[in-house]
């Protein structure tokens, strides 16, 4: 069984960067495509990047290029998402998922908040 | 990217009901779709992959249907546990892409 644990609630000024983590137990990271979907409040689900097992390499949502970067600790079985220029379009809650690109695994979430 | 479409983004049922939610594709994703449920302040939960493929340990009340650009997920008997907000999802291409959601309230 995994499970996905995040870290806590950020709050952030724009322009900021932001950095949430996702930590695997049950599994390790290597045998898991990790992604990152999020949700702005009353709002929608969005995914935003994660691992092709298939090209080994991590994809990015065109929406989100250039702004973050997905990397992973694999001595600790941590997964990391980092978003950097926030904007107040970012306030939303991050979540970290796995799956066979479906998600039958989901982390908590972490809420960011990005106010002045 | 695949666009995803939901309909109705609100529906209000009864206890009792059997309610159906359809999801379009704005291309054919073959049988490559999931549905999830969520419900306010938790994490998304799967429920179907595969467009038909019923999630160890999710009621068979929820089944899933369709291929191609149009899919279906029925509720055969609404429970009160079922209110709450559905999602499905393509992963035909590795952008993947969600819905817009479709709430379901109690009527």
């Known amino acids: 069984q995994v499970q996905l644990v995040q870290s806590g609630a950020e709050v952030k000024k724009p322009g900021a960067s932001v950095k949430v983590s996702c930590k695997v137990s049950g599994y390790t990271l290597t045998e898991l495509s990790m992604h990152w979907v999020r949700q702005a409040p009353g709002k929608g689900l969005e995914w935003m990047g994660g691992f092709d097992p298939e090209d080994g390499e991590t994809i990015y949502a065109q929406k989100f290029q250039g702004r973050v970067t997905m990397t992973e600790d694999t001595s600790t079985d941590t997964a990391y998402m980092e978003l950097s220029s926030l904007r107040s379009e970012d306030t939303a809650v991050y979540y970290c998922?796995?799956?066979?690109?479906?998600?039958?695994?989901w982390g908590q979430g972490t809420l960011v908040t990005v106010s002045s | 990217d695949i666009q995803m479409t939901q309909s109705p983004s609100t529906l209000s049922a009864s206890v009792g009901d059997r309610v159906t939610i359809t999801c379009r594709a704005s291309?054919?994703?073959?049988?490559?779709l999931a549905w999830y449920q969520q419900k306010p302040g938790k994490a998304p939960k799967l429920l179907i992959y595969?467009?038909?493929s019923l999630e160890s340990g999710v009621p068979s009340r929820f089944s899933g249907s369709g291929s191609g650009t149009e899919f279906t997920l029925t509720i055969s008997s609404l429970q009160p546990d079922d209110f709450a907000t559905y999602y499905c999802?393509?992963?035909?291409?590795?952008?993947?892409?969600f819905g817009g959601g479709t709430k379901v309230e109690i009527k």
């Open positions: 291309q054919s994703i073959s049988s490559w």
């Open positions: 595969k467009a038909s």
């Open positions: 998922a796995t799956g066979e690109n479906y998600f039958d695994y």
């Open positions: 999802q393509q992963y035909n291409s590795y952008t993947l892409t």
